[in-house]
């Protein structure tokens, strides 16, 4: 494993508000889609402390929903009629279970109801919001886009198997943030598109596989990692990686 980056912001546990982001100009918008999960909730909190005019928060309990692209478009639409470019766009939802469908331990738990719903919420919601939102981008300066992946997602690091879905759907998150990182930077060569891997954070997702020895780390502290780990990576030679909340670059 290779590590990318060494900044400042990663020596600390900690970062203050003030610092954060700091490589990214605040003359645009910020948006957090996802902002009701733990992660997401806790980056707004970090987001709107920066210095960005306008911090837009779209989530379940507002009335947006990732998996309809009518939705997805309507929220871009507001954005647009803010009339400022859009700086920073982080995609923080997803999906790993529900009350009725957890990830399969073997092949022969795999059902076409779990498969779809991943793919819809890790897969193909991020990709409508790459479609809706890249589009109103700064077209000069540093911008970035970050989805939150997973390195079980990671096929080069798969050592244990299953969550065939979960795992098929974040990989393929990765590859729509590669692809969009192509394209990206032949609109603006500063953009950053990257995917990232938060590591274990308390959360309703990751409790039922929170065990004895497993570094759980609050959202507020994953939340202030991450914002390290997107300003601390320029969009010239970082764009299109996959990066964890330490920095450190993990294989497809």
Not at 135 to 161: C, T, Y
Request: glycine share 8%; net charge positive.
């Amino acid at each position: 494993m290779l590590m990318f980056l060494r900044h400042p912001f990663l020596q600390r546990l900690r970062i203050s508000f003030m610092e954060a982001l700091a490589s990214i100009p605040k003359d645009g918008q910020a948006i957090i889609i996802g902002s009701s999960g733990a992660i997401g909730a806790a980056l707004a909190v970090v987001v709107r402390k920066t210095g960005f005019p306008l911090v837009h928060c779209f989530n379940r309990s507002s009335g947006f929903d990732l998996t309809s692209e009518v939705s997805i478009k309507r929220a871009a639409e507001q954005v647009k009629d803010c009339d400022l470019p859009v700086r920073f766009l982080f995609v923080a939802a997803g999906f790993l279970h529900d009350d009725d469908q957890m990830p399969e331990k073997s092949m022969r738990e795999i059902t076409p109801q779990y498969l779809e719903k991943a793919f819809k919420l890790n897969a193909i919601g991020p990709a409508l919001v790459l479609k809706c939102f890249t589009p109103l981008l700064a077209k000069r300066e540093k911008a970035v886009v970050a989805a939150l992946s997973a390195k079980v997602g990671s096929i080069g690091d798969n050592q244990l198997g299953g969550w065939y879905g979960y795992r098929a759907s974040k990989a393929a998150l990765n590859q729509l943030i590669k692809t969009s990182a192509i394209e990206l930077k032949r609109r603006n060569s500063d953009t950053l598109c990257v995917a990232l891997h938060p590591g274990t954070v308390a959360s309703r997702l990751s409790k039922p596989f929170q065990k004895a020895g497993l570094d759980v780390r609050l959202p507020s502290v994953a939340a202030e990692e991450l914002a390290a780990v997107v300003d601390a990576l320029d969009g010239v030679n970082a764009s299109g990686g996959f990066y964890d909340y330490k920095g450190n670059q993990l294989p497809w």
